[in-house]
């Protein structure tokens, strides 16, 4: 079944650690979007991508970087995380012409 | 600065009852707005509006979009506690990119 993956589901980490949170998808979309989410708060998109080779800042400032090497694949990477990194972070992807985002099940990341 | 604004930020109603969100935006270049459930996980897509005054439906589900006014409303009826959920409201400019501006997001809750 076509869906959109993302892990760890949970993660706590110490400061300083770099950390890599992954997102897939079997849908062959061409663009894949990192959204960030605080706790009733609403959601940031922080970076996108419009297809391979293509990354894109998004309106929130991050220290994190991505990058897109396959169509399916949109890893999220913290070279050195800190306390105010925790977050839910929020993967999803949309095909051109498709405005509706899959989004995947996030991952809760806690730094302490 | 692009900004989607929800009301009320949270409600509590009796099941059976039927219940209206509100999402009001400011945003260059409106392309459509979306309407998104979240529940525990990843936000599910419910609506996307483009035209202003067709309305959606779905089950008890409907939405309409009023261009002029710069807002859209999203109606429950005959509400259940499988209801219960934070709705999102999202805007998509006209850029390539197909990136979505969020509100805050409406609580609801449903109580039996």
């Known amino acids: 079944e076509a869906d959109i993956y993302q892990t760890p589901r949970y993660l706590v980490i110490g400061t300083g650690k770099k950390i890599t949170l992954e997102c897939s998808q079997t849908?062959?979309?061409?663009?894949m979007y990192w959204y960030q989410q605080d706790p009733g708060m609403e959601l940031h998109l922080i970076h996108y991508s419009y297809g391979v080779n293509s990354t894109e800042k998004g309106d929130l400032s991050s220290e994190s970087t991505v990058s897109r090497i396959r169509t399916e694949h949109f890893p999220l990477t913290l070279e050195s995380a800190r306390p105010s990194h925790t977050s839910q972070y929020l993967c999803?992807?949309?095909?051109?012409?498709?405005?509706?985002?899959?989004f995947g099940s996030g991952t809760r990341l806690t730094v302490v | 600065e692009d900004k989607v604004v929800q009301s009320p930020l949270s409600l509590v109603v009796h099941e059976g009852d039927t219940v209206t969100l509100n999402c009001s935006y400011e945003v260059t270049n409106f392309r459509s707005l979306l309407w998104y459930k979240q529940e525990k996980k990843a936000p599910t897509f419910l609506f996307m509006l483009?035209?202003?005054?067709i309305e959606k439906k779905s089950g008890r589900l409907s939405s309409i979009l009023d261009k002029k006014e710069l807002s859209s409303i999203l109606n429950i009826t005959a509400t259940q506690t499988g209801d219960s959920a934070i709705y999102l409201c999202a805007v998509q400019r006209i850029q390539g990119a197909q990136k979505l501006v969020f509100g805050q997001g409406t609580r609801l809750t449903i109580n039996p």
């Open positions: 849908m062959g979309h061409d663009k």
């Open positions: 999803a992807s949309s095909e051109s012409g498709n405005y509706g985002y899959t």
């Open positions: 483009t035209s202003s005054g």
